[in-house]
């Protein structure tokens, strides 16, 4: 199973979440989703079950703590309106509450960032 692990212990200013993207890169591991919230203090962090130690390492070594590695239930789901409500709406129906969710989905990457036009140059 997927572990999702909680970053906090950062500072909200650019290059945070490049940071931990580069240390995950540089230790071959491969970040399935990531969400978070500079201004809220916390990153989430999807690895495989088999990484989760080293991507805590590697993490922590840019100064950065890591607390919960919990394990990470991860849905294949069609890419369509209602496909998000219908399997949360399934875990409600069981009893299930769900502490928090993201969508990590064929390689799209979603910024929310201060500044939407400096971004867009940079990104090309």
Excluded: C, W
């Excluded at 989703?33 to 690895?47: D, K, Q, R």
């Excluded at 805590?56 to 070594?61: D, H, K, L, N, T």
């Excluded at 919960?68 to 409600?92: I, S």
Aim: glycine share 14%.
């Amino acid at each position: 199973m997927a572990k999702d692990l909680t970053v906090t212990g950062f500072e909200d200013k650019p290059g945070v979440s490049a940071g931990i993207g580069e240390a995950l890169g540089s230790a071959g591991i491969n970040a399935a989703g990531l969400t978070g919230s500079g201004t809220l203090g916390e990153i989430h962090v999807l690895v495989e079950d088999g990484d989760a130690a080293a991507a805590r390492s590697a993490i922590e070594g840019l100064g950065l703590q890591v607390g919960d590695a919990r394990d990470a239930l991860v849905v294949a789901a069609d890419d369509k309106p209602g496909a998000f409500g219908n399997t949360a709406r399934k875990l409600a129906d069981a009893g299930v509450n769900i502490d928090y969710h993201y969508i990590a989905a064929n390689t799209r990457l979603v910024f929310v960032v201060d500044d939407a036009e400096k971004a867009k140059d940079a990104l090309g």
